[in-house]
Nanobody, 113 residues
Framework: QVQLVESGGGLVQPGGSLRLSCAASGFTFSRSRMSWYRQAPGKERELVAQISGSTTTYADSVKGRFTISGDNAKNTVYLQMNSLKPEDTGVYYC????????WGKGTLVTVSS
């Protein structure tokens, strides 16, 4: 079955960096569009970044600061987050759409001094 397991979250000061990982299994990773979403406290879940093959897209709020990448040999998608801001705080979820959406359990990112 499809499984997505996120890791790499934590507490970081404003201006700092984190790299999130999402280990995927149960589907053909190399042919799938992978996404990162986030949900801030009291807000709806929002799309942060997507990757499909060599094509990447980003939310305007993270362009120039976040980079999504994938490793087909490891079935893993990454989200490198630089110049973090307090408004980047939230639970970050990995997602893949295969007929229906599949989600990981999420990893918490807290940006605070």
């Amino acid at each position: 079955q499809v499984q997505l397991v996120e890791s790499g979250g934590g507490l970081v000061q404003p201006g700092g960096s984190l790299r999130l990982s999402c280990a995927a299994s149960g589907f053909t990773f190399s042919r799938s569009r992978m996404s990162w979403y986030r949900q801030a406290p009291g807000k709806e879940r929002e799309l942060v970044a997507q990757i499909s093959g060599s094509t990447t897209t980003y939310a305007d709020s993270v362009k120039g600061r976040f980079t999504i990448s994938g490793d087909n040999a490891k079935n893993t998608v990454y989200l490198q987050m630089n110049s973090l801001k307090p408004e980047d705080t939230g639970v970050y979820y990995c997602n893949v759409q295969i007929v229906v959406p599949y989600w990981g359990k999420g990893t918490l990112v807290t940006v605070s001094s």
